[in-house]
């Protein structure tokens, strides 16, 4: 996959003291100068947490053999973790300011840890798996980069598999390079001709291991000068935003370390705002507990909307949500936004939001101050906007505040437990939720409903969007006939006075009833087709309530509600709706 950079790489190393540098060209500790650390854009680099790491070194023993996985990630050392581009989870590991692998998780295959040159060299000592040695004759030719051929392998672990991560050895038993498995270990050995390895990386690492011992209030200590400049530099626009937009301020509390940040930086500012917390209804319990827990340590007052069964509800209309077809955001948490917000706050708000410009493209392009456009009433800020998270973690560690559970288990954001954007390679979490057995029977229900095989539930195909689950609910026929576009299906009187209220919302004057069956000489019979979609399938998640400029829509019952009294036929609700969204 391609480079995706969204901001400056930040990250540097001071190789006196072992600690992680951001930005700074002089460790804030020894005084010393820092080196810049070459990771794979777009950088937003985080901790490793023990949970995580033990996680990591089981791996490395169960690849390379045991001892090896201490031996690349010293327990007395710190350990940064950089989120690359991959089809799932994979982070780079960085080790003594050296990036020495990487720990991926690829559908289908499973986790695996993928060494570079020097990490391959701090593994030696105790290597046993997963190597092959090339002959005196042989090995010059892969340091110049040639694949290990059957003739040239002087040894070989014999139960090597094909597509096994290979360390290759030269006849002295230094690393030479690191590759991929063609063949068994035993048919390496075989004496015939052919390709035993694909070559991935070659030549001889230069690597020095650094004196351990290292903790992150270290890390915190040499990094204090860049801290109390973003720190100064972030409150000093929490009191500017404030002061130019002129509303009541409300802090987007998540349950994540980005929003924790915010908490802490407001309190900096000395500001106590109120705390608008969406409960999506599938969050992870450890997540619901903790919110609790930091909103009455910091006597928060606290604006919940629960969206309870929503995403339940949703997923019989649209199927389960995907990367590319995230109805679940809408429904489970900007509708909900939107009402608390025009309850709470009907003059509009500020809110203070943990974005940044690491985490995706769509972030990186906004500004610090915006709109969103599904949360009408509702102006965005975000005083770490050009934060990575390893800043974010460095000034939650210097405020000593407790942070999330969920984190030391591995997970680098937190969020709703079944996200489709979320990677496969935390799904170990999603699978102890106890609604997991509830999703597992809604993805093969679903699978049948489109006619797709287990592949599509299993292999986790269900992240993203198939057209098929398109066609599946429409709950209505469409027939074009000479001038007139009619449109039939098997509805109830609710259902049918439901789809009267919307077509007399927007689409007045266009149709008729005629035995029971609604025709239109609409070109197309779009706006017909629009409002029954959105009759039908409204699931009440409260996005047209704040776009209503006459009031006259209310959520009963789960449904939105029209009040023909009140409605202008502006059309306005129908603009951002998220079932015309995802239809």
């Given at each position: ?207 020095s291991p650094l004196p351990g011992g290292q903790t992150w209030v270290d890390a915190v200590e040499a ?144 500004s610090r101050v915006w709109k969103n456009p599904w949360v009408p009433g509702q102006i965005g800020a ?202």
């Amino acid at each position: 996959m391609g480079l995706v950079r969204l901001g400056k790489l930040h990250l540097r190393w001071c190789m006196n003291c072992n600690l992680p540098i951001l930005e700074l060209s002089k460790c804030g500790t020894c005084g010393s100068e820092t080196v810049q650390v070459q990771v794979t854009p777009p950088g937003d680099v985080r901790p490793g947490f023990k949970e995580e790491l033990n996680f990591i070194r089981s791996l490395v023993d169960h690849q390379f053999g045991e001892g090896c996985g201490e031996l690349l990630l010293p327990k007395d050392k710190l350990v940064v973790l950089n989120k690359t581009p991959y089809i799932d989870k994979m982070d780079e590991l960085v080790v003594d300011g050296i990036p020495i692998g990487a720990f991926r998780y690829t559908p289908g295959e499973g986790f695996q840890v993928i060494l570079r040159l020097e990490g391959a060299e701090r593994i030696l000592p105790s290597l046993k798996e997963s190597w092959l040695q090339m002959d005196e004759d042989a090995h010059m030719f892969i340091l110049k980069g040639a694949n290990p051929l059957k003739p040239g392998i002087a040894d070989a672990r014999p139960d090597i598999r094909p597509g096994d991560e290979l360390v290759i050895l030269d006849f002295e038993r230094k690393v030479i390079g690191l590759g991929k498995a063609k063949c068994t270990g035993l048919e390496m050995l075989d004496g015939s001709k052919g390709m035993g390895a694909k070559i991935r990386l070659h030549g001889r690492p230069e690597t020095s291991p650094l004196p351990g011992g290292q903790t992150w209030v270290d890390a915190v200590e040499a990094n204090a000068p860049m801290l109390d400049r973003r720190i100064t530099k972030a409150v000093e626009f929490i009191h500017n935003v404030i002061g130019n937009v002129g509303k009541p301020y409300a802090l987007s509390f998540s349950g994540g370390k980005d929003s924790l940040a915010l908490l802490l930086l407001l309190e900096d500012a000395a500001i106590k705002p109120d705390v608008l917390f969406m409960d999506t209804g599938i969050e992870f319990p450890e997540t619901l507990e903790y919110v609790d827990r930091i909103m009455e340590k910091h006597g928060l007052k606290v604006h919940t909307f629960r969206a309870g069964e929503a995403y339940w509800k949703g997923a019989e209309h649209f199927g389960p949500s995907a990367k590319n077809y995230r109805w679940c955001c809408k429904v489970c948490k900007l509708g909900p936004a939107t009402r608390l917000i025009k309850e709470t706050y009907p003059d509009g708000v500020l809110t203070f939001i943990g974005q940044r410009r690491y985490e995706s493209q769509q972030r990186a392009d906004k500004s610090r101050v915006w709109k969103n456009p599904w949360v009408p009433g509702q102006i965005g800020a975000s005083p770490i906007q050009d934060w990575t998270a390893l800043h974010v973690w460095l000034y939650i560690f210097k405020k000593g505040e407790e942070f999330n559970p969920l984190y030391e288990k591995g997970m680098d954001r937190i969020g709703c437990w079944l996200c489709p954007a979320g990677d496969l390679g935390e799904w170990e979490m999603a699978e102890k939720h106890p609604d997991f057995p509830r999703f597992m029977e809604l993805l093969e229900r679903s699978r049948q409903t489109y006619g797709l095989d287990k592949v599509w539930a299993e292999k986790g195909d269900w992240r993203i969007k198939n057209e098929k689950r398109l066609l599946a609910r429409l709950a209505f026929e469409v027939e074009c006939s000479g001038e007139e576009t009619v449109f039939s299906g098997n509805w109830t009187q609710t259902q049918k006075n439901e789809i009267t209220m919307m077509l007399d919302t927007t689409c007045s004057g266009k149709y008729r009833w005629e035995n029971g069956i609604v025709h239109t000489s609409d070109e197309n019979g779009t706006c017909v087709k629009e409002a029954m979609l959105r009759a039908l399938h409204c699931m009440g998640c409260g996005v047209c309530t704040g776009y209503c400029p006459a009031g006259a829509i209310e959520i009963m019952d789960g449904k939105a509600v029209i009040d023909p009294k009140k409605c202008i036929h502006c059309g306005k609700c129908a603009s951002k709706c998220a079932v015309m969204e995802f239809y």
